[in-house]
């Protein structure tokens, strides 16, 4: 609603593109009480609303994600077991809101890692577009790397069962990642170089 209140003001309004799966029109997860829609704005990155402002020194990962996955990764019954963890929504894609990413990843004062979360292979979706920019501007001693499908040349594994048993895959490996150092850290530190 918002959204589109906002382009509909928009002196010079750009395209409008909205990518949504049809799971999450009627979803109660996904629906906002009706005083949002008056008193609320379009927010272009969500905070994780199950962390205790008390618990945020507590969290030391991370997940930011966008659409979809982030229900499937809240809803998921290991949600509660991960005490560290948070879960970040990213509503707009372009332009990046990178400068409420950069609020998100100061308001967690001992963050040591960073991951981006999603259901595509990693050469679609939006890893390749926030990547760079998200990588860049984060404190290089958080670890930011992608969690997902890897690099496939068809976006579907083509069964519903595969892509289910998949999907599962990953929220188990975001929801329980341990907290070990990225794969180049290890090996430079094993070489006893620095990254």
């Known amino acids: 609603f918002h959204l589109l209140r906002m382009q509909a003001l928009a002196p010079h309004p750009r395209p409008l593109v909205i990518m949504t799966p049809k799971s999450l029109l009627r979803s109660p997860v996904a629906a906002s009480p009706i005083e949002a829609l008056g008193e609320g704005r379009f927010q272009p990155l969500l905070d994780d609303p199950s962390v205790d402002p008390a618990r945020r020194g507590a969290i030391t990962t991370l997940l930011l994600t966008t659409g979809k996955m982030y229900h499937d990764l809240t809803s998921n019954p290991l949600r509660e077991q991960a005490r560290t963890t948070a879960v970040g929504r990213v509503e707009m894609l372009d332009p990046l809101p990178l400068k409420e990413i950069v609020e998100l990843v100061r308001s967690y004062p001992n963050l040591e890692q ?10 679609m979706g939006a890893w390749t577009h926030v990547n760079r920019p998200i990588g860049r501007m984060r404190p290089y001693h958080i670890r930011w790397e992608y969690i997902g499908r890897p690099r496939r040349a068809s976006p579907s594994e083509g069964f519903h069962g595969a892509h289910s048993a998949e999907q599962e895959r990953i929220i188990r ?6 907290q070990t150092p990225s794969e180049e850290a290890a090996s430079a530190a094993r070489s006893g170089s620095t990254l």
């Open 114 to 123: 960073l991951f981006w979360v999603q259901e595509e292979p990693k050469n």
């Open 173 to 178: 490996q975001a929801l329980t990642i341990e």
